[in-house]
């Protein structure tokens, strides 16, 4: 495949299709779409998006599907299907990336592979738009759904956490209070799950798009929650908080502006020319 580079700002962003021999173009005007007829199986299963200066962001390819949502704490229980595939990132949001694109590093445990923190909700949607602004091809990012982030972090599980119900394992896929030593630690050195997304399980929580709303009771399709609201859903549970937190289906939320240490994001990106 050709190679295509778009340059603003003295950013170069690059898309690298990880395992196809090749780079993914992400020029405009549609080059580079997947062929629309071979679906989702046809897509990479892995890209980077290179930001210069040796800043990569990677992304795994989540397929559709079905999965039942919440648990006896977050209910009630039903099925929601996700129907179109998407990137999420790989990794939290670092503070190397959100520096490379928002020319400041707001986090009090400073590193830089460690997740960015002390970032509001708004603080992500301006970061989101931005990195759009600089890739400038047919992608766009955003923050996943509160559907799309469970679903995610469950990988095809319906246990308390992705590789079971029991706490036990919890110290080898994430950081949480009984291992954090009281800090974040750098993305990546835990075991992911089985679909390749690391610390999924704490470290910092993850703002979702979604504003916090009530689950309802027939199956969903794409849900995105109401169109307005006071606060909005985090997933995750983070360095801080005890074992039951950061369990596939724990819900907490905060107003938009909220800016905490236990506080960070993992981005979604969108397919080729949707």
Aim: hydrophobic share 30%; charged share 25%; glycine share 12%.
């Amino acid at each position: 495949m050709r190679d295509c580079c778009v340059a603003r700002a003295g950013c170069i962003l690059l898309l690298v299709c990880a395992g196809c021999g090749g780079r993914a173009v992400v020029g405009e005007r549609g080059r580079g779409k997947p062929d629309e007829r071979a679906g989702a199986a046809r897509l990479p299963k892995q890209l980077t998006l290179d930001m210069g200066d040796g800043v990569n962001m990677e992304f795994v390819l989540i397929q559709p599907g079905s999965f039942m949502m919440g648990d006896q704490d977050f209910g009630p229980v039903h099925k929601v299907t996700i129907t179109k595939p998407f990137y999420l990132g790989k990794y939290e949001v670092t503070q190397a990336q959100w520096e490379k694109v928002m020319g400041n590093n707001p986090s009090r445990f400073k590193g830089a592979k460690n997740p960015v923190e002390q970032v509001s909700w708004e603080d992500c949607q301006e970061f989101v738009k931005k990195l759009g602004e600089l890739n400038k091809a047919a992608r766009t990012f955003r923050l996943p759904t509160e559907a799309e982030w469970e679903y995610a972090c469950r990988a095809g599980s319906n246990t308390r956490y992705c590789f079971g119900d029991s706490d036990s394992s919890l110290g080898d896929y994430g950081w949480y209070s009984h291992n954090s030593a009281n800090t974040t630690h750098p993305v990546g050195q835990k075991k992911p799950n089985v679909w390749g997304l690391h610390d999924m399980h704490g470290n910092v929580w993850e703002w979702c798009q979604d504003w916090d709303d009530t689950y309802k009771t027939n199956d969903q399709k794409d849900p995105v929650g109401r169109a307005t609201g006071s606060a909005h859903v985090m997933r995750g549970g983070s360095w801080y908080f005890y074992s039951n937190t950061p369990r596939s289906a724990f819900r907490n939320q905060l107003m938009p502006g909220k800016r905490d240490s236990e506080l960070g994001l993992r981005v979604v990106m969108s397919c080729a020319g949707s």
